[in-house]
């Protein structure tokens, strides 16, 4: 499975969006970011990704007014999903999902949201695909539905609802591969498909124990965030929380469908050695009477019944009492269904 490495981070000035009066400018400086943050009228999001952030760690704590604790978590790769309420602001951190069906291994991306009254900053080690197509529709989208419009709460309802649909696809990746590897599970008794039912195991319980504790986060932005997230955006973090729950359970249904896959390969092991071990057993009972007339034959006595005065006519007499023999077990086993 994939693993999280050490990330550094940078204060990319690039990466801001201001809304204010209907419009939409990007590319500020830190300065015009600073004055943005302390406008009521306007909504600022900056997204953050890759490089070190101690190099903007200063500014970042003057502009967002951000406790030590929460820039260094921020840095942390391995952080576990939770909420974090202050005063002021409050700070999410979620993962998202990604699956290589070649390699069977899984990614778990961090991503960390800090929101306050009218400002969003967040930060992810990598490029995201869905961040980005949010990013640009931000950047680009008609102030009628622009989705900074409403105010800080339903920018990141926009993102944790983007991040939450992004696990979709990668579900239907896994769909379709169990479905194969249920297929040749029940044909096949290889390494190569008991290896790759192993792998994909661990790979679910990879993700479901990192996305399990997201459920609980999405439900504690509707109980623990106060004023930060109006009553009328609830509902919107409620529907958040419901595709969570869904996730997670399609999650355990695969965790569940992959321990029967395993049982099946098993069972389907077994009954393949039991067929090899029911042919054996007929080829050696059919050699065991045939066995026993040549062993008869084949003793080293100087003199035998019907052997010292033989003409040659017994010799073709045996055999073709021993092929009788032997066609006589195999139509027997055949009627008994045993060939």
Not at 43 to 64: E, N, P, S, Y
Not at 309 to 332: E, K
Request: glycine share 6%; net charge negative.
């Amino acid at each position: 499975m994939c693993r999280p490495h050490a990330i550094r981070w940078e204060f990319v000035v690039g990466h801001s969006l201001v809304w204010r009066n209907a419009k939409v400018t990007a590319d500020l400086s830190p300065e015009a970011v600073g004055k943005a943050v302390k406008d009521p009228n306007a909504v600022v999001w900056l997204d953050l990704a890759g490089g070190d952030i101690a190099k903007d760690r200063q500014r970042l704590l003057r502009t967002f007014s951000l406790a030590p604790l929460t820039v260094t978590t921020m840095a942390d790769p391995d952080e576990r999903a939770r909420l974090v309420v202050t005063q002021s602001y409050a700070h999410v951190i979620a993962h998202g999902l990604a699956f290589d069906a070649e390699t069977l291994e899984a990614a778990t991306p961090k991503l960390d949201v800090v929101f306050g009254a009218n400002w969003v900053i967040t930060a992810h080690a990598g490029p995201l695909p869905w961040m980005k197509a949010l990013w640009e529709a931000a950047r680009t989208g008609k102030s009628e539905e622009h989705i900074m419009s409403r105010g800080a709460p339903y920018l990141v309802y926009a993102i944790l609802d983007s991040l939450v649909d992004s696990y979709f696809p990668v579900l239907d990746t896994l769909d379709d591969l169990i479905d194969d590897l249920e297929n040749k599970a029940v044909a096949y008794t290889s390494n190569d498909v008991q290896a790759r039912i192993f792998s994909v195991k661990r790979s679910l319980a990879y993700m479901r124990r990192v996305i399990s504790p997201q459920v609980e986060v999405a439900n504690g932005l509707i109980t623990r965030t106060a004023e930060l997230i109006p009553r009328d955006a609830e509902p919107y973090f409620a529907e958040v929380h419901d595709h969570l729950v869904r996730a997670f359970e399609v999650l355990d249904s695969y965790r569940d469908l992959m321990s029967g896959l395993l049982d099946v390969y098993l069972t389907t092991v077994s009954n393949r050695l039991n067929v090899v071990m029911k042919q054996l057993t007929i080829i050696a009972t059919i050699f065991m009477p045939i066995t026993f007339i040549t062993g008869i034959f084949g003793q080293n006595f100087g003199y035998m019944p019907q052997v010292v005065h033989d003409s040659g006519a017994n010799f073709w007499l045996v055999l073709l009492a021993m092929a009788i023999i032997s066609g006589a077990q195999i139509w027997y086993f055949k009627r008994r269904g045993w060939l």
